[in-house]
């Protein structure tokens, strides 16, 4: 690609307004970071949109917008973490994720040293998850108005014919698992906040999980939930599935796998790390004669490791969430309120 | 996790709830109140009524701090917050408490600057980094918050940070437990009580022996860990039937008897006693909260902004005053889940994850459906 600018790109210098401006600043900051970035045919066209052949089997669609703060933390940052959000979203479906559109909203101010590095592992991640980032925007808004960068992604990919993992087919006596341990990604991003500082480092669990699916979907076609516990947690993502498929769920809160240090930093916190997000975890129904054969596909993958067998649907009509506590109590596993919020008493 | 895990153990807790099963004599029910939000957390985060037999009873008391402040109060702090160049920094918990069709969210929402904050440290810090404007500090909370507040006034005035005020609705445990023993029916209603960890740990076991005393009624001090609240429940069984009514101390981990002396002292120092205060559900109670001592008043923001109390009425379907009181439960209020749920409350025990509306809904509710399933 021929430059044409008399100089290149000061990655010391920051966003300024005139980076959205549409003339030539912006157009540099396109060309030089992002379609450098994430080369690729479509987007090195230099089009308004992606022109794309059209995959086999169906088309399943996206959307995700990426809000974080801090930017950079243990296990990631807002520009992989954009691109593990989508394609998880599209992978959930059962389908192979295969581009990504990009948009970002800039906040005057934001080093460009730092929109550079988010951008490089944004491209790192797309790279590895084997999809392509092939359009995308740029907007930047006065400084006080944005919180760095605000990045939303949609994606693209495809749905071989016979998979449906959608949130209404769970049946009572199909069983729950859970691909790993709860809580890592957001317990990683309120000890950033904090400035909590551990002997152990949390790392967030950020993940493109569309292997995972694909290793899962290879062993038992008849999957019949999937779906990841981000925002709101294992608690939102059960209680969305149940409402969905009209079934309750009895769960043992023993074998729900936990990091050590995210348990201490959850006490720490006064959180419930049943309603901390995850970014590279996912949940799975499947009929209880295929709980085994599941189990050993998750725990087969890298991503899986640490799947466990976390519980059962049954037969409720007000689909609750029942929890046998550790203590030998049981208990309803809500929606969460609001936020959390530690005790004051 | 260490000096965590020692107080959830699930086989001790069946040990425990063994022991309890044994030691209550069947035939005679015993009923205890919990006193503070943090055993109303315990007890329905761990499912902890399912290990008690039928006759041991727990009734959750007023011990929340959010659920005890009248909305005159709240209204006042709205009041606050809606001044121009004001930042009213508060608990998150208060953000959400509606009072009369309002709450410092729809305050927020309007354009009021409301910061939520873990503590009063973050308080001072939005004073130190805003020396144009007023920062004031929302402050309630029973006796384990109010130290700290007293240490955050002190520093203020050390760094000259004259942009920097308090609220002060800082409330008095002895006072509410006295008014509740004090209630016509709490003789016939109440065994006794599990008393409270933190306060505790900050005003010592020594407080309430005059009231045991008065009103003949056992008080078992405990942690907030699940085995504590069971261990407190066992004691409290045992007290009972040997026909004694002291203060006993299951939390000595933390707590003696004179509690912490150098906190008392940050406490007398900063505050004074108010000669009433209003509680919600407990009424108007003498020397029951704590006000900004006359020689730290210009950190005082009642008198910085010449506040004048407000008295409103609770919603009229709440029952808020009777569940604080500990005379009806959660699931007996007409609106409970209803017109009342955590994401729209209408009272206050429905918003702290420690009032007792609020923990019964999102943890105990299933066991109204089995009542109901077994009833039809």
Redesign the interface.
């Known amino acids: 690609m021929s430059h044409g600018f008399a100089r290149r790109l000061d990655l010391r210098g920051r966003v300024e307004m005139v980076h959205g401006g549409g003339g030539r600043a912006m157009t540099q900051l396109v060309e030089e970071l992002f379609v450098a970035a994430f080369a690729n045919p479509a987007l090195q066209a230099l089009n308004d949109q992606a022109v794309l052949p059209p995959p086999a089997g169906r088309l399943v669609m996206a959307t995700d917008s990426h809000v974080v703060s801090p930017l950079f933390f243990p296990g990631g940052d807002i520009g992989s973490l954009a691109v593990h959000g989508t394609v998880n979203d599209v992978a959930m479906a059962g389908a192979v994720p295969l581009y990504l559109a990009a948009a970002f909203i800039l906040e005057e101010g934001l080093p460009l040293a730092d929109l550079a590095r988010i951008v490089e592992s944004m491209a790192a991640a797309a790279r590895a998850a084997g999809v392509s980032i092939v359009t995308g925007d740029t907007k930047v808004v006065e400084a006080g108005k944005g919180d760095g960068v605000f990045i939303t992604t949609t994606g693209v990919g495809m749905l071989a014919e016979g998979i449906d993992t959608g949130g209404a087919r769970a049946r009572p006596g199909d069983a729950i698992l859970l691909s790993g341990t709860l809580g890592d990604h957001g317990v990683a991003i309120m000890a950033c906040r904090d400035g909590l500082d551990f002997d152990v480092p949390i790392v967030s669990d950020s993940a493109a999980l569309h292997g995972l699916v694909a290793a899962l979907i290879a062993a038992v076609p008849g999957v019949r939930v999937l779906r990841d516990p981000t925002r709101g947690g294992l608690g939102a993502t059960l209680n969305e599935i149940a409402r969905a498929s009209g079934v309750g769920m009895r769960l043992r809160e ?1 074998s729900i796998p936990l990091h ?1 240090p995210v ?2 930093a959850c ?1 720490f916190l006064g959180l419930d790390p049943l309603y901390v997000a995850n970014e590279g975890k996912l949940v799975a129904i499947v009929p209880a004669a295929a709980a085994a054969a599941a189990l050993a596909a998750l725990r087969a993958h890298p991503l899986g490791r640490e799947a466990a067998l976390i519980g059962e649907c049954v037969s409720d009509a ?1 689909h ?1 969430i ?1 929890l046998e ?8 596993l ?1 929606w969460l ?3 959390q ?5 | 996790m260490k000096y965590v895990d020692e107080f959830r153990d699930g086989g001790l807790a069946r040990g425990l709830a063994a022991a309890i099963a044994r030691a209550a004599v069947s035939g005679r029910v015993y009923r205890f109140m919990e006193f503070c939000g943090g055993h109303t957390h315990a007890i329905a985060r761990y499912g902890l009524e399912d290990l008690l037999p039928a006759n041991v009873q727990l009734i959750h008391g007023p011990g929340c701090p959010v659920c005890v402040l009248p909305g005159g109060r709240l209204q006042m702090a709205i009041e606050l917050a809606e001044r121009p160049r004001l930042i009213l920094a508060s608990y998150g918990d208060m953000l959400r408490v509606p009072v009369a069709g309002d709450s410092l969210l729809k305050a927020r929402a309007r354009g009021a600057d409301v910061r939520m904050v873990y503590a009063v440290d973050e308080a001072l810090a939005l004073a130190r980094r805003h020396p144009e404007r007023e920062v004031v500090f929302f402050a309630i909370g029973f006796e384990t918050t109010t130290p700290p507040t007293a240490v955050a006034i002190r520093r203020a005035r050390a760094e000259g940070l004259g942009n920097f005020s308090v609220f002060c609705n800082h409330v008095l445990t002895p006072a509410a437990i006295a008014a509740i023993l004090a209630a016509p029916d709490a003789a016939v209603r109440l065994d006794g009580f599990i008393g409270p960890a933190h306060v505790s740990t900050v005003i010592g076991s020594r407080p309430y022996e005059a009231c045991a005393a008065a009103h003949a009624k056992a008080l078992v001090i405990a942690g907030f860990e699940p085995l504590d609240v069971l261990q407190a429940v066992l004691m409290l069984v045992r007290q009972v039937n040997s026909g004694r009514a002291e203060v006993e101390n299951e939390f000595t981990r933390a707590v003696s008897r004179d509690g912490n002396l150098r906190a008392q002292q940050l406490v007398a120092e900063v505050f004074t006693p108010r000669a009433h205060f209003e509680w919600r559900g407990l009424g108007r109670l003498a020397h029951s909260a704590l006000a900004i001592a006359p020689q730290w008043a210009d950190f005082d923001a009642e008198v910085r902004f010449s506040l004048s109390e407000r008295v409103l009425c609770d919603h009229k379907a709440c029952e808020c005053a009777a569940v604080l009181r500990g005379q009806r439960r959660p699931q007996d209020c007409k609106v409970f889940g209803t017109a009342c749920t955590p994401e729209n409350p209408l009272g206050s025990c429905m918003v702290s994850s420690e009032g007792a509306c609020a923990a019964h809904y999102s943890y105990g509710r299933f066991r109204d459906r089995t009542t109901q399933g077994e009833s039809a």
């Not at chain 1, 919020?341 to 008493?345: D, E, Q, W």
């Open positions: 023993a050590e348990r201490a006490e007000q609750f029942e506590t550790a203590f030998g109590g049981r208990r309803v809500d309120a609001g936020e919020l530690p005790r004051i008493c």
